[in-house]
Structure formats: C-alpha cells, structure tokens
C-alpha cells in the first residue's frame, strides 16, 4: 500500500534538523561546519568551506562588494544526510559581514549551537545572537571549542554562562585535562572515554567503553593527577550540577554542554550524534489563524531573506524561503497571501556552500531558495490552497545611524524608489525626522548594510548617495497616547519609522535611562509594537 501523503511528510518532518550555528568571530564556527559537512560526506574536499572564506573572490562572482572585500554577503544553507537525518546549517555571518539578516536566519531555525571559545568565553556577538534565539524560545547547544589550548575552567565556563547569558549548563561531556595535558573527554550520557592524542600537525582519536568515571582505565590513560581531577569534578557534577531535562532545554531554559576541538576533529563525531537526536525536528509555526502543524499537507512557507545580485549577469535576485508545512514540489502553483496571486514556483534553487543545485521536492524544516524577479519582500507568505500569513518578522533594533543625502537632486525620484525597495526588502531601515526638517534617517545592525544600500543604491538606481554617521547607538519604540518630544532633546532625538511609530534614538546608555525615567508612562520597546 503506498503511504500516504500525511505519512510521507511526517516521516520527512522527523528526519529534518534545521539550524544556525551562532559565535563571535574566531570562535571556529567555519571550522565546526567543514567538520559536520565532512560527517555527512557533502562535500568531498576538506578545507572547501576554509577556502571559501578565505579566497571568496576567487570563487564567487556575485555582489561587486564580495569581490572588494573578499567576504560573502550571503547567508547560505548546507544541507548532509547524517546516521537517517537530513541536516540543514543556516550560515550566519559574522564579522563585517553581520546584519539583519543574521538575526532573520535565526527565525527559520529550530534550535542553535553556539559556540564558544575555551580561552575567550562569552564574547559581545555571541550575546546578541544568543538573545535572539532565547526570545524565540529555540533549544541552544552550546560546543566549547579549542580545548587543545589552555583556557578557562570548565566550571568557570558554566558559571560565565549563566552570569551572563542567564541560562544553565548541563555538561554531557567533561574533558580529562585541557591544551598540552588534554587527553580526552568522558561521555557522561553513554559512559565511554574519547581519547585524543594530538600534537600540530597529527591527531588521533579513538573511543572506549568504561564502567563509569572511576574506572582503572581512564587511570591508566590519563594517569593519577588528571584522573583524581575528572572523578573530583564529576563526583560534583553529580551531586551539585543540573539533571538533564529535556523539557528545559526544548524551552530553551538549559544547555547541553559539550567540550572539542574542532580542528582536530575531537568530540565533533560525539557532539553531531547526540545533537541529532536531542535536537528538535522542524516545529509549528506561527499565524494569524494560531500554530500551523509541519505536518499539515497543505504546502506553506514565509520568506525571511532576500539576496540581490548573486550573479550580477543575470542580476536575479534569490528570495530564501522556510518551508513550515506540506511538501514543495518543482513547478507547483502556491497563492501569494501579500498580492493575492497564485505563482508557480519554477526555478527553486538548494545551497550547498555557493553551488546551487535544482530542486525538485523538498519538505518541512528545508530551505530553497527562489528566483525573484521583485515580488517577493521579507515576511511574505506563500502557501497551497488557503490562504496562511506567518507571524510577522521581528524588526531588530538598530545600532548605526546614518543620514542620507542624495547627491543630484534631480534624481530624487529615483533614489526614493530605492529607498523604498530596499527598506521593503529589509537592507535597511529607515526613519523621518520629527523636527521640521525632512531628514532621512537610516538604521541597521552592521556596518555591512551601509555599504551594501549604497553600492544597490548607484548600482540598481542610478543614484550616488552620501551617508553622514550619527552618534547614536540605541532606538526604542515608543508606545505613549500623548508624547513629550521635548523631552527627547539631550543627545537623543525622536523620529518616526515607515508607520509613523515613535522611536528615540539615543547616543549612550545614560541619556536612554534620563528619558525612561522622564517618561514613565511610557514603554520603550527594543523591537517595533
Ligand atoms: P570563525 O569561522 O568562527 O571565524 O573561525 P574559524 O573556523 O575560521 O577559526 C578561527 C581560527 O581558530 C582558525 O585559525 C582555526 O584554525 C582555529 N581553530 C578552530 N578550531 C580550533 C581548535 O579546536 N583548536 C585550535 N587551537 N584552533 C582552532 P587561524 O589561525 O585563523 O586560521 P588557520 O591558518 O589555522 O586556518
């Protein structure tokens, strides 16, 4: 009996693990996902995503920006098949390359690893992403790289963690040692000892079943010193640390915590497995008619990233769209919900590093991406059948601010199309002035998205543009029924965004807490109401 459409997707559904890796640069993040690519046999080369990064240019013909500085504007996805898993890592860019878009991923994962490294600990990006993730409430694995390097204590790492990010570790490994005396890790969950023997250039790895932490054979291996530690620390852990619930790590309340080293490959294996089956497969969605089941047979998906000019010879643009229910297949016809229009989804592309390969089906959790010739806009719902609107993507609040001037002011009209588009797109964001003037105010995360709206900006309008930096570094939205814009004057200044809400912007901490205090029946939210 062939199975049914509902079986099918299900079975796809459970298969799916769909998520982001968030780090500070340098972290290893680039490493970590070479080594998971290579488990799932993705790509043949070691060193393919490396030299990726390193020599983009080389590579990749898209944005004329890439080929200046080197680096991707891309988000991309990678997809492997894992031990009956399809996996798909959603990049997410770090560095220069930061912007909204990292945080817009972020909504089309169902869980994230982050990774730390041993020596450095929590560091400023990591928090930011690590925020995101907590809001929406998505499980978060926490790998702690490099611990063939001398670094902080793994105790000392768990507290960190929660005296910064608030959120509680549960160790599933421990290390035996660390940099030169690293010898391994003890597999808490399956009782068995890692052991790595590594110097610069040759590493090598292999795995025993033990009894339990005090068994003769870790002694044996570790020696008296290193294993007297293991059984102190473990003995502790035991008693004092947190059990492992999976309740609270599916509510993003407790990490997993695991110890590697990514370049040489240990505890990576180790980590993938127990990662695969801890991690959620793709969960409802949000809309405006309540939560959405993956399983529902009626294909759905929203767009939550466009990119421009992938390939400036044919000027296309890719919109990336998550698919949250159904079963997409090439060709199909789905209903535009934002222009009321049915389209057939013809020329949907895969990402594997920056190939792009065809796709003819593709399920729940699985990203494609679409050829754009404009209709799409970040947000927008497509969907099979009834009509479905996603929960609107969240606006993340700026940090960067820059008045706009456009150079030749008879190319006005132009050059406010392109603000348009480009805001609609989500390069930027943009704000008015309140004060009298018509100020054009932009916003955006990352240094990246100034320079990616001005190069749009001459390249697809025609228009040469001049941003003059302000000093703000804060916005808060404004939610006040009879607003004092007197009282945003210090080192502040009260704007409006594109629908007409309030927002302040404010050069430091201390001019924001002045206007909270000046203000209180006012709520100044991070995000737009
Ligand atoms: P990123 O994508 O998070 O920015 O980090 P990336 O993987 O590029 O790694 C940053 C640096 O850290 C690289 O060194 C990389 O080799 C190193 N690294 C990654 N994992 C480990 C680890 O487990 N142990 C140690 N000791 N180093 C690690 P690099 O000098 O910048 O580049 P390379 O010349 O070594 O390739």
Request: hydrophobic share 35%.
């Amino acid at each position: 009996m062939s199975k049914s459409l509902k079986d099918e997707i299900k079975q796809e559904v459970d298969k799916r693990r769909t998520f982001a890796i968030i780090s500070h640069p340098d972290a290893g993040k680039t490493t970590l996902t070479e080594k998971l690519l290579l488990f799932g046999g993705a790509i043949r080369l070691a060193g393919t995503v490396k030299a990726r990064k390193a020599s983009r240019h080389a590579t990749s013909d898209w944005m004329e920006i890439e080929k200046q500085r080197g680096i991707s504007v891309t988000s991309s996805v990678m997809q492997f098949d894992y031990n009956g898993h399809r996996v798909n890592i959603l990049d997410t860019p770090g560095h220069q390359d930061f912007s909204e878009d990292t945080y817009r991923t972020l909504t089309a994962a169902d869980s994230a690893v982050m990774l730390i490294d041993v020596a450095k600990g929590v560091e400023a990006q990591t928090i930011k992403l690590f925020q995101v993730c907590r809001k929406r409430g998505i499980p978060i694995f926490t790998f702690i790289n490099k611990l063939d390097r001398e670094g902080q204590s793994p105790f000392d790492l768990m507290e960190e963690l929660e005296r910064v990010l608030g959120i509680r570790a549960v160790p599933m490994n421990w290390p035996i040692g660390m940099g030169r005396e690293l010898c391994g890790v003890y597999d808490r969950m399956k009782n068995q000892v890692e052991l790595f023997k590594g110097n610069d250039d040759h590493s090598s790895i292999s795995v025993r079943k033990v009894d339990d932490y005090n068994d003769s054979i870790i002694r044996e291996m570790a020696g008296d010193y290193l294993h007297n530690q293991l059984v102190q620390d473990l003995e502790l852990l035991d008693v004092a640390g947190d059990q492992f619930d999976f309740e609270k790590v599916r509510a993003g309340e407790l990490t997993p915590l695991f110890f590697g080293s990514a370049v040489n490959n240990f505890g990576v294996q180790t980590f993938l497995e127990n990662f695969l089956q801890l991690a959620p497969s793709p969960t409802p969605r949000n809309t405006t008619d309540g939560p959405l089941d993956p399983t529902n047979e009626k294909f759905s998906g929203y767009v939550f990233k466009i990119q421009a000019n992938m390939n400036p010879a044919h000027r296309d643009r890719i919109a990336f769209l998550r698919i949250c229910s159904g079963r997409f297949e090439r060709g199909m016809s789905v209903r535009h919900t934002r222009v009321g229009k049915e389209i057939k989804l013809a020329q949907p592309q895969q990402f594997l590093a920056q190939d792009r390969d065809i796709v003819e089906s593709a399920y729940p959790g699985d990203i494609i991406g679409l050829f754009d010739p404009g209709i799409f806009r970040i947000g927008d719902s497509l969907s099979q059948g009834s009509e479905i609107i996603f929960d609107e993507l969240p606006t993340f609040s700026p940090e960067l601010f820059a008045k706009v001037t456009v150079k030749n002011a008879l190319k006005h009209k132009q050059y406010q199309k392109g603000i348009d588009q480009l805001t609609e797109e989500g390069t930027i964001q943009v704000f008015h002035s309140t004060s009298g003037f018509d100020e054009t105010i932009l916003g955006v995360v990352g240094q990246l998205q100034f320079e990616v709206f001005e190069y749009r900006m001459r390249a697809e309008y025609g228009v040469e543009i001049q941003l003059h930096r302000m000093q703000f570094q804060f916005a808060r939205w404004i939610v006040d029924d009879k607003i004092d814009p007197s009282k945003f004057r210090i080192n502040s200044s009260l704007v409006k965004d594109k629908k007409d809400n309030y927002v302040a912007l404010f050069e430091n901490e201390y001019a924001m807490r002045t206007a909270i205090d000046k203000n209180p029946t006012s709520k100044f939210l991070e995000m737009a109401p």
